[in-house]
T-cell receptor, first 114, second 113 residues
Framework: AQSVTQLDSQVPVFEEAPVELRCNYSSSVSVYLFWYVQYPNQGLQLLLKYLSGSTLVKGINGFEAEFNKSQTSFHLRKPSVHISDTAEYFCAVRPGTNTGKLIFGQGTTLQVKP | DSGVTQTPKHLITATGQRVTLRCSPRSGDLSVYWYQQSLDQGLQFLIQYYNGEERAKGNILERFSAQQFPDLHSELNLSSLELGDSALYFC????????????FGDGTRLSIL
């Protein structure tokens, strides 16, 4: 079975500061990894994905994430955040099988302060 | 705009009732997924359909059922509703291939009174 742990439920940060949202996963099979963002009253929007290849992946809105297989982590980073980045962020894994279900972490609320 | 359309956006009903949530996937996507988002359980996978056939099942209650029609739209039926079924229900769709990202609709917020 697979599981995802997002280590921080809330991350407050000042505008233009860097941020890291942490995600660890557990799986006995290879997985694909995703980060999604959810703005208030909206659905989930894909930020970035890791399927294979380079362990550093870049996504939309200046976000990037690094896959670390030995530490089973997939942390999300942004060098300088904006007020508009305030949202909930979800890390998800997808077992590398024919079933496409996503297993989500509990989410991290990013609060960007002016 | 993800291209995934869910209706209705809000649904208020009473315990014991039955409701149907509808999802139209992105054009060309064959897979449809249903998820439930609640405060206590977080985001939970319910069920997946691929081109009309059930592909995977998650934590879906027996009171819940789903289907995907020949035009690829999907419906999630919830019956004998309980207070604990109040949640946001998301539909997502993807192209073929388990490495394809899922694109989410804006959800249906179900409130049980």
């Amino acid at each position: 079975a697979q599981s995802v742990t997002q280590l921080d439920s809330q991350v407050p940060v000042f505008e233009e500061a860097p941020v890291e949202l942490r995600c660890n996963y557990s799986s006995s099979v290879s997985v694909y990894l995703f980060w999604y963002v959810q703005y208030p009253n909206q659905g989930l929007q894909l930020l970035l994905k890791y399927l294979s290849g380079s362990t550093l992946v870049k996504g939309i809105n200046g976000f990037e994430a690094e896959f670390n297989k030995s530490q089973t982590s997939f942390h999300l980073r942004k060098p300088s955040v904006h007020i508009s980045d305030t949202a909930e962020y979800f890390c998800a894994v997808r077992p590398g099988t024919n079933t496409g279900k996503l297993i989500f972490g509990q989410g991290t609320t990013l609060q960007v302060k002016p | 705009d993800s291209g995934v359309t869910q209706t209705p956006k809000h649904l208020i009903t009473a315990t014991g009732q039955r409701v149907t949530l509808r999802c139209s996937p992105r054009s060309g996507d064959l897979s449809v997924y249903w998820y439930q988002q609640s405060l206590d359980q977080g985001l939970q996978f319910l069920i997946q359909y691929y081109n009309g056939e059930e592909r995977a099942k998650g934590n879906i209650l027996e009171r819940f059922s789903a289907q995907q029609f020949p035009d690829l739209h999907s419906e999630l039926n919830l019956s004998s509703l309980e207070l604990g079924d109040s949640a946001l229900y998301f539909c997502a769709s993807s192209d073929r291939g388990s490495n394809q990202p899922q694109h989410f609709g804006d959800g249906t917020r179900l409130s049980i009174l």
